[in-house]
C-alpha cells in the first residue's frame, strides 16, 4: 500500500521568510496529492492540492510541485504570516482504491512575529 | 448549512467499555470516512464508505467497527475499549472517491481509554 513520508516536523520561520515543506510517497499509481492545514484545535481543512498530470500549482502565497519520477511533492509557502503556524499535512490518493487517501505525519510550523 | 457533524466532542472510557461515535453530514456526499489521529502519526484511515450500503477497511480497522446507517450517516463502534485506541477521532465526507476532490473533515472526537 501507500507510504507518504514528511520532513520535516518542525519548522520556525521568522515573519516574512518563506517556508518549505517536503513529502515522499511510494505507490506509482497516486495521482491525486492535496495538502490539509490544521489550526490548534480545529478540523484539517484542504489549503491546495495538484493532480499527476501537473508539475506545479499555485494560488496566491503557497504552490506545490510535483515530481513524478522522483515521487516527491512539496508545499512551498511564501511571505509567512503568523496565521500560518499550523500543522500541515501531506497526503496521497492512489489511483485503484481512490479513497484511500493516505496522510503525511504532519509538520508543525511556527511563524515568529 | 453544518457540513459534517460528530458526537461526542469528548468521551472518557474504561478498558473493556463500548462506545460508538457518530458522524452526520448533509452535503449529499456519497463518501464517508473515519480517521484516528495520534501525536507523531498523522491521520490514518480506519474504515470507509465509498458508497450508501457499502464499507472497507483502511490502514488500521483492528478494534473498531462501522455501519453506514444510510446516506448521511456513518457511525464508528469500538465494542471492547483498549488504551490504544486513545485519540482524536475524525469523520470525514467527500463527493466520490477521495482523489477527485476534497475531504470534509468533522471537528473530532477526543477519546480517552483508562
Known amino acids: 500500500g501507500e507510504n507518504v513520508e514528511q520532513h520535516p516536523s518542525t519548522l520556525s520561520v521568522q515573519e516574512g521568510d518563506s517556508a518549505v515543506i517536503k513529502c515522499t510517497y511510494s505507490?506509482?499509481?497516486?495521482?491525486?496529492f492535496p495538502w490539509y492545514k490544521q489550526e490548534l484545535g480545529k478540523r484539517p481543512q484542504l489549503i491546495i492540492d495538484?493532480?499527476?498530470?501537473?508539475g506545479e500549482k499555485k494560488d496566491q502565497r503557497i504552490a506545490v510541485t510535483l515530481n513524478k519520477t522522483a515521487k516527491h511533492f512539496s508545499l512551498h509557502i511564501t511571505e509567512t504570516q503568523p496565521e500560518d503556524s499550523a500543522v500541515y499535512f501531506c497526503?496521497?490518493?492512489?489511483?485503484?482504491?481512490?479513497?484511500?487517501?493516505?496522510f503525511g505525519a504532519g509538520t508543525r510550523l511556527f511563524v515568529k512575529a | 448549512n453544518a457540513g459534517v457533524t460528530q458526537t461526542p466532542k469528548f468521551q472518557v472510557l474504561k478498558t473493556g467499555q463500548s462506545m460508538t461515535l457518530q458522524c452526520a453530514q448533509d452535503?449529499?456526499?456519497?463518501?464517508m470516512y473515519w480517521y484516528r489521529q495520534d501525536p507523531g502519526m498523522g491521520l490514518r484511515l480506519i474504515y470507509y464508505?465509498?458508497?450508501?450500503?457499502?464499507?472497507d477497511k483502511g490502514e488500521v480497522p483492528n478494534g473498531y467497527n462501522v455501519s453506514r446507517l444510510n446516506k448521511r450517516e456513518f457511525s464508528l463502534r469500538l465494542e471492547s475499549a483498549a488504551p490504544s485506541q486513545t485519540s482524536v477521532y475524525f469523520c470525514?465526507?467527500?463527493?466520490?472517491?477521495?482523489?477527485?476532490?476534497?475531504?470534509?473533515f468533522g471537528e473530532g472526537s477526543r477519546l480517552t481509554v483508562l
Open positions: 470525514a465526507s467527500s463527493w466520490t472517491s477521495g482523489n477527485t476532490g476534497e475531504l470534509f
Open positions: 505507490d506509482s499509481a497516486s495521482n491525486y
Open positions: 495538484i493532480r499527476s498530470n501537473v
Open positions: 497526503a496521497a490518493t492512489p489511483n485503484t482504491g481512490g479513497f484511500k487517501t493516505i
Open positions: 452535503m449529499n456526499h456519497n463518501s
Open positions: 464508505s465509498a458508497s450508501e450500503g457499502t464499507t
